[in-house]
């Protein structure tokens, strides 16, 4: 048996799961979502507990077993508290902005750049220096956070660009002078 399919996901107070199909949706106080789960895969409510079921045995069955359990628990956690990812910008003239939903971002081109807001996720500037990223949907947040890093990516000698908060950049060392 799968160690993390096995185990059983709580659904704390106040939040609604059902299941339709191959569709479980849960509703809670920051929202709703819903997660589709592949054939084989069956997720029954029991009592105060969500149970993921595999039909076989099968090598792929097992992956999705694990897989499943880990979507659906992500869901039941993001309608209770939101999931958040920070980032902050290094290097002299790099800042970001918001002018309304989007985010303005001075990264050393020529031009600005418009990273354009994404509906579900609230991406805030404290300061000009760092970016706050927060969402009820865990993917999503990664891949707003991941797509917004990926405009300037830490470079290896100086460190400048957008990294996540607490990553740390190895830099290379420069030409050697003879």
Not at 85 to 99: C, H, N, S
Not at 139 to 168: F, M
């Amino acid at each position: 048996m799968s160690r993390i399919g096995s185990k059983p996901v709580l659904i704390p107070n106040g939040v609604k799961v059902s299941i339709k199909d191959n569709i479980v949706f849960v509703e809670g106080p920051k929202g709703k979502l819903q997660q589709e789960v592949k054939e084989g895969i069956s997720v029954v409510i029991d009592g105060q507990n969500i149970l993921v079921n595999r039909s076989s045995d099968d090598k792929k069955q097992k992956a999705f077993h694990g897989l499943f359990r880990s979507l659906i628990a992500n869901i039941v956690k993001g309608v209770v508290e939101k999931y958040s990812k920070k980032l902050e910008i290094v290097g002299v003239g790099y800042r970001a902005t918001m002018k309304g939903k989007d985010l303005d971002l001075s990264i050393g081109k020529t031009h600005p750049v418009i990273y354009k807001g994404v509906e579900g996720i609230e991406i805030k500037t404290p300061d000009q220096t760092h970016i706050e990223i927060s969402g009820i949907d865990k993917q999503k947040v990664g891949q707003v956070a991941a797509e917004i890093r990926d405009l300037s990516k830490p470079e290896p000698y100086k460190g400048k660009g957008i990294r996540y908060e607490g990553e740390h950049v190895r830099k290379k060392e420069g030409k050697a002078v003879k």
